[in-house]
């Protein structure tokens, strides 16, 4: 199995920076993708972007994954009322025992903006 552990939500007020930190553990054999989705009140959930290495930057998000420590990073700039949602780690893996990918999904961290 595959435990994906979120970290560094909260509050924030508009215009400001937040990080967020997952960091995946157990049976490990192999990573593929990895990323961030979010879910916002009264909406379905919403991909950001999931990266195999590397770093993405979608507008104002950067997306950024450190492969030696299983850890993808969510850096979030310019922060609007409208990004508050619970953001979600997503990961594709493969784990001993098991002889396929599966896509296995963090508890989610809230993070709320303020006018």
């Known amino acids: 199995q595959v435990q994906l552990v979120e970290s560094g939500g909260g509050l924030v007020q508009a215009g400001g920076s937040l990080g967020l930190s997952c960091a995946a553990s157990g049976s490990i054999v192999s990573m593929n993708s990895i990323g961030w989705y979010r879910q916002a009140p009264g909406k379905q959930r919403e991909l950001l972007a999931t990266i195999t290495r590397g770093a993405s930057t979608k507008g104002r998000f950067t997306i950024s994954r450190d492969n030696a420590k299983n850890t993808v990073y969510l850096q979030m700039n310019s922060l609007k009322p409208e990004d508050t949602a619970v953001y979600y780690c997503?990961?594709?893996?493969?784990?001993?025992?098991?002889?396929?990918?599966?896509?296995?999904w963090g508890q989610g961290t809230q993070v709320t903006v303020s006018a």
């Open positions: 997503y990961a594709r893996g493969l784990s001993s025992g098991s002889a396929y990918f599966q896509d296995y």
